[in-house]
């Protein structure tokens, strides 16, 4: 990361404050429901891998 106002991809609020822009950013995101009624496909679901540790 060469800017420090610039943001990785995937990681995770290190605050309340982040958490609360967060919040609000999301509020605004489409659901899936939403995404298939504008004919798009949703992201696939994740799932859990139990042997992959982190």
Same mark, same amino acid.
């Given at each position: 990361?060469?800017? *420090?106002?610039?943001? $990785? ?9 982040? $958490? ?26 994740? *799932?859990?891998?139990? *042997?992959?540790?982190?």
């Amino acid at each position: 990361m060469n800017n *420090k106002n610039e943001k $990785l991809n995937g990681t995770m609020v290190n605050n309340e404050k982040e $958490l609360k822009q967060q919040s609000k950013i999301m509020e605004h995101m489409p659901t899936n429901k939403e995404v298939k009624e504008e004919g798009k496909h949703p992201d696939p679901a994740q *799932k859990h891998d139990e *042997k992959r540790k982190e």
